[in-house]
């Protein structure tokens, strides 16, 4: 690692995906202070926020630069367990982008993400039936109501998810000397570099534009319902 | 960084408290044994304790449903009073009957799966409070809703489902 500690800092997450992490950071905690406080119209803001930032993440597993890509940090069993194995070996290097466990990690919680957004569209609050998701009135009471009960209980699932994510980072913090968070926020790293010396190749602009305004199109009726 | 941390914390805590759900879980279990012949027992209306309690959450369910067919209708943008009005109704009338869905001995104590909490009967003022202070609202929203003013009629649905919030702050149980 010290041979290649001088190396110029290589660009590994493009700077859409740190916005989209930071943002859906903040907006998770919102969206739990809001629901805890019954602060009913900030917490639809948020959680429509989210919406639109998970369709424009989901465009961007497609359409982004390599290390955004689905393909590139989606990875089958086989390529999960030999990353696990090698973790403590001494051929382990630092992963260009998600590493297959972490990559697992990632979908793991853009779908966790997907089922807690879409479960609050429908729900209904049953204390009042008046602070609802914008597609609740398309459905029946109970089918709001289970939507409502369960858009509560999956909630812990996410949490679940993001403990377990937080306590990767600090494993790989204090056990492999590595720090996750600065890349996140920088979007560089200068130690261990895998993949191409160059970093991450630039997208068009055109195509982070698209992708805001996919979002904006599947948000913006649910929005004004 | 510190808001990871407070996610963290909590994460975990809510990990420590499904533990704990589960184990207060099976003393339940143990507890609701001896009290199941409870449910069948009959009261002074002539119902079981059983009957009594389907028959309260079927009805509550009803004003449920009712006000969200209010609600949706009010946020349609083109609210049809002929589909508010009958919900109305039905708010009004079960408003008036709701006290005596919740006899003596129809409370967690039978052993019947209830979210209904025994300080309704240990604060019998308070819970009669809360019921006509959703008999008036509802009373009002009947009378507002024979006329055609919308604005009007949204307010007395908020002020009715404040009445519906308030006894279930306060009486129902809340969920962990």
């Given at each position: 690692?010290d041979?290649?500690?001088?190396?110029?800092?290589?660009?590994v997450?493009?700077?859409?995906?740190?916005?989209?992490?930071?943002?859906?950071?903040?907006?998770?905690a919102f969206?739990?202070?809001?629901?805890?406080?019954?602060?009913?119209?900030?917490?639809?803001?948020?959680?429509?926020?989210?919406?639109?930032?998970l369709?424009?993440?989901?465009?961007?597993?497609f359409?982004?630069?390599?290390?955004?890509?689905f393909?590139?940090?989606?990875?089958?069993?086989?390529?999960?367990?030999?990353?696990?194995?090698?973790?403590?070996?001494?051929?382990?290097?630092?992963?260009?982008?998600?590493?297959?466990?972490?990559?697992?990690?990632?979908a793991?919680?853009?779908?966790?993400?997907v089922?807690?957004?879409?479960?609050?569209?429908?729900?209904?609050?049953?204390?009042?039936?008046?602070?609802?998701?914008?597609?609740?009135?398309?459905?029946?009471?109970?089918?709001a109501?289970?939507?409502?009960?369960?858009?509560?209980?999956?909630?812990?699932?996410?949490?679940?998810?993001?403990a377990?994510?937080?306590a990767?980072?600090?494993?790989?913090?204090?056990v492999?000397r590595?720090n996750?968070?600065?890349?996140?926020?920088?979007?560089?790293?200068?130690?261990?570099v895998?993949?191409?010396?160059?970093?991450?190749?630039?997208?068009?602009?055109w195509?982070?534009l698209?992708?805001?305004?996919?979002?904006?199109?599947?948000?913006?009726?649910?929005?004004?319902? | 960084?510190?808001k990871r941390?407070?996610?963290?914390?909590?994460?975990?805590a809510?990990?420590?408290?499904?533990?704990?759900?589960?184990?207060?879980g099976?003393?339940?279990?143990?507890?609701a044994?001896?009290?199941?012949?409870?449910?069948?027992?009959?009261?002074?209306?002539?119902v079981?304790v059983?009957?009594?309690i389907?028959?309260r959450?079927?009805?509550?369910?009803?004003?449920?449903a009712?006000?969200?067919t209010?609600?949706d209708?009010?946020?349609?943008?083109?609210?049809?009073?002929?589909q508010?009005?009958?919900?109305?109704q039905?708010?009004?009338?079960?408003?008036?009957?709701?006290?005596?869905?919740?006899?003596?001995?129809t409370?967690?104590e039978?052993?019947?799966?209830?979210?209904?909490?025994?300080?309704?009967?240990?604060?019998?003022?308070?819970?009669?409070?809360?019921?006509?202070?959703?008999?008036?609202?509802?009373?009002?929203?009947?009378?507002?809703?024979?006329?055609?003013?919308l604005?009007?009629?949204?307010?007395?649905?908020?002020?009715t489902?404040?009445?519906c919030?308030?006894c279930h702050?306060?009486f129902?149980?809340k969920k962990e």
């Amino acid at each position: 690692m010290d041979a290649e500690a001088g190396a110029k800092p290589q660009k590994v997450w493009d700077g859409p995906t740190r916005l989209f992490h930071w943002l859906i950071v903040g907006l998770v905690a919102f969206s739990w202070w809001t629901a805890e406080e019954h602060i009913f119209d900030w917490h639809k803001a948020s959680g429509l926020t989210i919406a639109g930032l998970l369709v424009f993440r989901i465009y961007w597993g497609f359409a982004g630069p390599e290390t955004a890509r689905f393909a590139h940090f989606i990875k089958g069993p086989r390529a999960i367990f030999s990353y696990a194995g090698s973790l403590f070996g001494p051929t382990h290097k630092l992963a260009f982008g998600h590493n297959p466990l972490g990559g697992l990690s990632v979908a793991a919680m853009i779908v966790a993400l997907v089922a807690q957004v879409t479960l609050g569209l429908f729900a209904a609050d049953t204390d009042t039936g008046l602070d609802s998701g914008p597609l609740s009135r398309f459905v029946s009471y109970d089918f709001a109501e289970v939507a409502g009960d369960l858009h509560e209980d999956a909630f812990n699932i996410l949490l679940i998810l993001i403990a377990v994510h937080i306590a990767a980072i600090l494993f790989y913090l204090v056990v492999k000397r590595a720090n996750l968070i600065g890349p996140m926020i920088t979007g560089r790293r200068s130690n261990g570099v895998t993949g191409p010396a160059e970093g991450l190749t630039r997208v068009p602009l055109w195509r982070f534009l698209l992708g805001a305004a996919i979002a904006a199109a599947v948000v913006w009726p649910l929005a004004t319902m | 960084m510190t808001k990871r941390f407070q996610l963290l914390a909590a994460a975990v805590a809510v990990l420590a408290l499904a533990a704990c759900g589960g184990e207060s879980g099976t003393t339940d279990s143990g507890a609701a044994a001896p009290a199941a012949d409870a449910g069948n027992a009959t009261l002074p209306n002539g119902v079981t304790v059983k009957q009594q309690i389907e028959v309260r959450q079927k009805s509550l369910k009803e004003m449920g449903a009712a006000m969200k067919t209010i609600g949706d209708q009010m946020k349609s943008g083109a609210p049809e009073l002929d589909q508010i009005r009958p919900a109305v109704q039905t708010i009004k009338t079960h408003s008036t009957e709701l006290p005596t869905w919740f006899p003596a001995g129809t409370g967690p104590e039978s052993g019947v799966k209830t979210e209904a909490l025994a300080k309704i009967w240990e604060d019998q003022p308070g819970f009669q409070a809360a019921a006509q202070r959703l008999a008036d609202e509802a009373a009002r929203l009947s009378d507002v809703a024979t006329g055609e003013d919308l604005a009007a009629i949204g307010a007395q649905v908020a002020a009715t489902g404040g009445a519906c919030k308030n006894c279930h702050d306060q009486f129902r149980m809340k969920k962990e």
